[in-house]
């Protein structure tokens, strides 16, 4: 019977509670009655009246005030308190109309006016704290079934605020108390839960069998987390952060919810800050388009781009289901933050010249965002014709549209493997920065610069943690199967960078383009691939099974360096990086061919991708890019 009533939908249980709360009204009245009369009350008349207007009048101040929208088995002080202000105003609506009403010629005390709300005000919260501790009951015996034992690191006003909604809701954790370093607060209890300071931790884990931490520090440096983060990685426990609190208090989200550790907390650096002028200069009141919109690149760019207000923004992707995704996702965004926003999805390849032509004839972009590429190394070392016939002939067919229709901006996202790169992807994306660097080239020579050309950019950097193929979501799915994690070399190091730090170089390079540069990131330190799967593993509580540690969780298993892949990789060809506006933002002017000279060159690999010859696309690569030595 009770775990039917914690089964019911949401209404049905606000629709009980309002209910419940109108009998309560009706029982005070009876209450009030019996007492002032000193007898069991019996209406008569019009004191049938007062009985139904109680509860007319209370359940609507009670909407009103707000207590039935919070979830009713968490009622801490606050609620109480709303509570008691509701039954005050109520109170004195109760009071006017027994005052100024002229009433039958029955007995109806003006005294009712306090007596009822009082004896109601204690009904109920009476129902109320019954009502948390009958469900605190229910849920903590559900918590203290289980093996499972969670601290949460941060005793501040989010971390007191999760442990309220976790006891208010179903989960399989029981608290065992908070850790904090505040010594004001250790040693005291919070809601019942003990406040433990961090040197304790080690004793605590193994006496309270602690499997998860629940880092709840919201307003804390990334300095100070990455060094909270780094004195729990050798602890035998669980690293998780926390969801948002509106949606925890909610309910939209629950502990099964909580996060896997921060990328940007496995980045271990603090994250790259926009320029939000410069953004905004950019984009606001613009038309914008970007293609590869359902990417994990483009999809951010478009969403930072809309926080900006553009007039249009146009999203352009071949995947059906990537754009309808992102279309879906911005329109939701557009209704609550840019409604004059007009959202344009289109469907199509870059690779078709006439298309394309009619799509920026029609939606007039002033930038466009070139974020459609085949990134996969290996698959693209593969099929080494559809990868340059996308990645440059693409890119070279949307920068001729662009001319065309005078687009002001191009900027191209390009990547760290364009530099000396070893596989085919690589290569691609070094030709079509080529091909970007000798239009911007030929218009110089033409004399189309400034306003009378299109603006050619392009942006490289290093890997992108979390985005589709990177290495994060691949550890976290093998840490999750039990192991092993495939790194393809002891020394293979990476740059990383997060999703939102790409889009935002993006956006900036956008912004500062003058013709034709290459804009890369100041990323700090390489990072070892396994250290980082070693970390990760570590953060997720295990330990890494290996010769001196035999009895470890999770075996790293090296398979060897895949086809066209790097042990390192680099972002600049050269030496002459120049600083920018932005103090992590450098660019450079890189060695390229004339358009007169590249030109044939293309036509070339357009003829041998039409017959599908991989060795002559090879070739004609290795002849373009004397650096590039890729394996198809």
Known sequence: MMQSILDWPRWLKRLAVIAMDATLAVLAMWLAFSLRLDLLHRPVGAQWLLYALAPLMAIPIFAWMGLYRAIFRYTGFAALTTTAKAIGI???????????????????????????????????????????????????????????RLLIYGAGSAGVQTAAALRSGSHPYALAG??????????????????????????????????????????????????????????????????????????????????????????????????????HRA???????????????????????????????????????????????????????????????????????????????????????????????????????EGIANNVLGTLTLARAAQAQGVARFVLVSTDKAVRPTSIMGASKRLAEMVLQALADQQIHEGKQGSQGTCFAMVRFGNVLGSSGSVVPLFRQQIAAGGPITVTHEEVTRYFMTIPEAAQLVLHAGAMAEGGEVFVLDMGQPVKIIDLARRMVALSGRTVRDAGHPEGDIEILITGLRPGEKLYEELLI?????????????????????????????????????????DAITTLVRQLIPAATPTA
């Open 574 to 614: 050269g030496d002459n990086p120049v600083g920018t506006g932005h103090p992590r933002i450098m660019k450079a002017r890189e060695e390229f061919m004339h358009w007169d000279v590249l030109a044939p060159h293309l036509d070339l690999l357009r003829e041998a991708i039409r017959r599908d010859e991989a």
């Open 283 to 385: 984009l606001a009141g613009k038309s914008i388009l970007v293609t590869g919109a359902g990417g994990s690149i483009g999809s951010e760019l478009c969403r930072q781009i809309l926080r900006e207000g553009p007039a249009q923004l146009v999203l352009v992707d071949h995947n059906e289901f990537g754009l309808y995704t992102i279309h879906r996702e911005l329109d939701e965004l557009r209704a609550q933050h840019t409604p004059s926003t007009q959202l344009v999805p289109l469907l199509g390849n870059v690779r078709d010249a006439t298309h394309m032509a009619a799509v920026l004839a029609t939606h007039q972009p002033d930038t466009v965002y070139h974020a459609a590429a085949y990134k996969h190394v290996p698959l693209v070392e593969v099929n080494p014709a």
């Open 90 to 148: 109520y109170a004195l609506l109760l009071i006017a109309v027994l005052h100024w009403t002229p009433w039958p010629a029955v007995v109806i005390p003006r005294s009712m006016g306090i007596l009822q709300p009082l004896i109601f005000l204690l009904l109920v919260g009476t129902s109320r704290a019954m009502a948390r501790f009958w469900l605190a009951g229910q849920f903590g015996s559900r918590a203290r079934g289980t093996q499972d």
């Open 178 to 279: 908070f850790i904090d370093d505040d010594p004001q607060k250790v040693g005291r209890s919070i809601n019942d839960l003990r406040v433990f300071a961090p040197a304790q931790l080690p004793a605590l884990l193994a006496r309270e069998r602690v499997t998860d931490i629940l880092l709840a520090l919201p307003s804390t440096s990334r300095q100070r987390r990455n060094q909270i983060i780094a004195s729990l990685q050798p602890l035998p426990v669980h690293i998780r952060t926390l969801p948002g609190l509106a949606d925890l208090a909610s309910g939209r989200v629950t502990v099964a919810d909580f996060h896997e550790l921060d990328i940007e907390d496995l980045l271990g650096r603090e994250p790259v800050a926009p320029q939000p002028a410069a953004l």
